[in-house]
């Protein structure tokens, strides 16, 4: 039989256990989850690539269509934003048709420490004045109207509330175990901690289970 648990599976030299889930059998959650890089502040735009045709293909997240223009559209749109304050990159997340219509989101660093933070409608017009003065590419040129970007919605504030309630870390935590972890904020990211993370305040031995 399996020994492994909470959706670990037997390789025949051991358990490949899940993501944050460890021990021999996949017996324990992980000590600490750092969800830093998926709790930046973030904004949902919208593009139209009016120089490009849309193909069926492109449809596919795995296909070679789908890879090659996301590759491209990333590197452009990199040197247009390189200049926004705390800029981290952009994530596609789907094409559609309409020449090329590219749903995809801005990723921004969270701030650090007491360092205040930038509101979302604030970052938008940043990331739309950086479009329109930009010297773009030849294929993605706002002057002749053949790249055009909008704002769609924006994400959730990141104010601290956002960051305090323990229903933030059952997202990524072992689903066995996603009752005993909450959100712990240090100076430069956000971590899932339970009371037997060590260095934690309020921490205690669990050496002995």
Partial sequence: ADPCLNGGHWTGLGCL????????????GAST??????????LMMLARVTNRNFSEDM????????????????RTMD?????????????????TRGSVVVNYKVL????????????????TLELLAAADTTGQPQNCGHSSGRCHGTRCW???DSSDGCFSSPELCRKYAPANFSRYYYPYRTQNSFLCVTN??????GSINCNSG
């Fill in 108 to 123: 921004f660093y969270p701030p650090a420490g007491d360092k205040p933070t930038t509101s979302l409608d604030h970052r």
């Fill in 196 to 201: 037997c993370t060590l260095n934690v305040p």
């Fill in 59 to 74: 449809r596919d997240s795995s296909s070679p269509a789908y890879r090659s223009f996301v590759a491209e559209f990333s």
């Fill in 79 to 95: 040197g247009i934003y390189h200049n926004i304050s705390d800029y981290r990159g952009i994530r596609v997340l789907s094409l």
């Fill in 33 to 42: 989850i750092n969800i830093t890089a998926e709790l930046g502040p973030s």
């Fill in 17 to 28: 256990c899940p993501p944050n889930v460890d021990g021999a059998r996949c017996q324990f």
């Fill in 154 to 156: 924006s994400g959730s």
